[in-house]
């Protein structure tokens, strides 16, 4: 088993920067694929970004050139760099972890979920 938990979310006015953190806890994420997701009010969970047990990282288009997810394994920790906030950024912020297998964009393929942080973005 795995506990995941988020931190950092928060208030934060738009072109502003968040840091998400998932702190991991019961086995090493080492062994994990790890992504973000994110879901605001009415809409289903979307994928945001994933990191591959090796450090490979995939992003959805809206986030590209904005966003920098991380690892350390160390510290039993992903990271979630958030930059040039927009108001669409609006959303619960959820950490998950893939046993198996490399990353994937859907939530159905994560086996441990953490419990969100929420990232308000006013225009």
């Known amino acids: 088993q795995v506990q995941l938990v988020e931190s950092g979310g928060g208030l934060v006015q738009a072109g502003g920067s968040l840091r998400l953190s998932c702190a991991a806890s019961?086995?090493?994420?080492?062994?994990?694929?790890m992504g973000w997701f994110r879901q605001a009010p009415g809409k289903e969970r979307e994928f945001v970004t994933a990191i591959g047990r090796g450090g490979a990282t995939v992003y959805a288009d809206s986030v590209k050139g904005r966003f920098t997810i991380s690892r350390d394994n160390a510290k039993n920790t992903v990271y979630l760099q958030m930059n040039s906030l927009k108001p669409e950024d609006t959303a619960a912020y959820y950490c998950?972890?893939?046993?198996?297998?490399?990353?994937?964009?859907?939530?159905?393929?994560?086996?441990?979920w953490g419990q969100g942080t929420q990232v308000t973005v006013s225009s």
């Open positions: 998950s972890a893939r046993s198996s297998g490399g990353v994937r964009y859907t939530p159905s393929g994560y086996d441990y």
């Open positions: 019961g086995r090493t994420i080492s062994y994990f694929a």
